[in-house]
């Protein structure tokens, strides 16, 4: 393909598809032609919005002018839309969780590849600003060798009262949220195995679906992560806590409060016990003696369009794609670890 300005049909003008519409504006190589959904209600609220509207997906595969098709509905209906897409010589964005099960995504593999079509899922919450701090700290030793990641998202609005609710949908937090905590953490450790798993999915709110989890992941370097999602938690953890040899760091929330502490006296040194409840402590006495120095968050430039454009680039042979099939892979073989651990109480071993 020659490296003119591609032009992008949206299907699914809901919550995702309009902030994708939204970023397009600032992607030179993509012009929008037009958006497709199911609802005439939102085809009509498209059409108020400026947009040229599809009557039906056929329209829209059918029309040889369009490169790319990108599918932001819900999760059940992924598969058959992609695949009528790439049969029809389009090249797809994706939205998360790519399928709900691992045959279905083979299947959209296959057909990429028959048709020699691109085909790339969003993992978009790789460009968080809070992610890529870090990254930067783990991957530069800033707080030595990093032992310990949490990374938990939470609130207190329960499930949105929508398709997230059903099964059939593929509802609930893991598909919804796990899918993009897994990712960024086995993007992070691309080359290292997992040694196991451990999760549980809660029920709190009496829905079909879960409305949170909490998986722990022991990898081969011995680095411990532990990924929680809650919707009924009205006093939040902080989203992410990493713990090193020689520091710790914190980032309280996406409006990046945090800072990171590094050690620059002795690990060991003796101290006064202090007073603790009803007891005392020398082991966790606090540091108020200048052995550790207290640090701002990095600075991180992020542009979430950068998945835009690198897909383009991919499309004309320039770059390699960012978010690799092979990565995806990975990460939904262990989504489904996670629900067989959590249905069967069990460690996962790798
Ligand atoms: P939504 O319910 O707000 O919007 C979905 C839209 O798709 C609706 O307007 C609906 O009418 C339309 N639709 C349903 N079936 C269709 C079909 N067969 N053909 C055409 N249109 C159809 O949902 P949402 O929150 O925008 O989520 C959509 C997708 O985006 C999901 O896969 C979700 O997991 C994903 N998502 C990703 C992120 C992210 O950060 N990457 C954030 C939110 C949602």
């Given at each position: ?25 600032s ?7 037009g958006?497709?959904?199911i ?7 498209a059409?108020k ?9 056929e329209d ?7 490169d790319?098709v ?10 058959e ?7 029809n010589?389009k ?13 279905d995504?083979?299947d959209?593999?296959k ?8 085909f790339m899922?969003?993992?978009n919450?790789?460009w968080?600003?809070?992610f ?5 700290i ?5 707080i030595?060798?990093?032992y ?8 207190s609005?329960g499930?949105?009262?929508d398709?997230r609710q059903?099964?059939s ?16 953490i ?5 080359d290292?195995?997992?040694?196991s798993l ?7 709110l009496?829905h079909?679906?879960d ?6 992941l022991?990898?081969?370097n011995?680095?411990?992560?532990v990924?929680g999602?809650?919707?009924?938690n009205?006093?939040?953890l ?5 713990v ?9 929330d ?6 990171y502490?590094t ?10 016990p202090v007073e603790a ?12 003696d ?12 992020t ?17 390699d ?16 670890k996670?629900?067989e651990?959590?249905?069967k109480?069990?460690?996962?071993k790798?």
């Amino acid at each position: 393909m020659s490296n003119k300005v591609k032009k992008l049909v949206l299907i699914g003008y809901g919550g995702m598809g309009t902030r994708h519409l939204g970023r397009l504006k600032s992607v030179d190589q993509i012009v929008v032609d037009g958006v497709y959904d199911i609802d005439k209600n939102k085809q009509n609220e498209a059409a108020k919005d400026g947009y040229k509207v599809y009557n039906s997906f056929e329209d829209v595969i059918k029309n040889k002018s369009i490169d790319i098709v990108l599918i932001a509905t819900p999760n059940d209906s992924h598969k058959e839309l992609a695949i009528k897409a790439l049969k029809n010589d389009k090249n797809v964005i994706c939205e998360k969780p790519v399928t709900l099960s691992i045959k279905d995504f083979e299947d959209i593999l296959k057909i990429a590849k028959m048709h020699k079509k691109c085909f790339m899922v969003d993992q978009n919450r790789r460009w968080d600003e809070n992610f890529n701090m870090i990254k930067k700290i783990y991957e530069e030793h800033s707080i030595g060798d990093v032992y310990e990641i949490r990374n938990y998202v939470q609130g207190s609005r329960g499930i949105p009262n929508d398709w997230r609710q059903l099964k059939s949908k593929g509802g609930g937090m893991v598909y919804d949220w796990c899918v993009h905590l897994l990712d960024r953490i086995l993007y992070l450790n691309n080359d290292v195995k997992l040694k196991s798993l451990y999760a549980n999915l809660s029920y709190s709110l009496g829905h079909e679906v879960d409305d949170g989890f909490e998986v722990t992941l022991l990898f081969e370097n011995d680095l411990k992560v532990v990924l929680g999602v809650g919707t009924t938690n009205f006093i939040k953890l902080p989203e992410w806590y990493m713990v090193g040899s020689l520091g710790t760091m914190e980032i309280e929330d996406f409006e990046l409060n945090g800072k990171y502490v590094t050690l620059e006296g002795e690990l060991t040194k003796d101290t006064i016990p202090v007073e603790a409840g009803a007891g005392f402590t020398k082991t966790m006495a606090p540091r108020n003696d200048g052995s550790v120095i207290e640090h701002s968050l990095p600075d991180v430039k992020t542009d979430v369009c950068d998945f835009y454009r690198n897909f383009v680039n991919w499309i004309d042979g320039k770059e390699d794609p960012i978010v690799k099939n092979t990565e995806v892979m990975r990460t939904m073989n262990i989504i489904n670890k996670i629900f067989e651990s959590a249905e069967k109480n069990e460690v996962i071993k790798f």
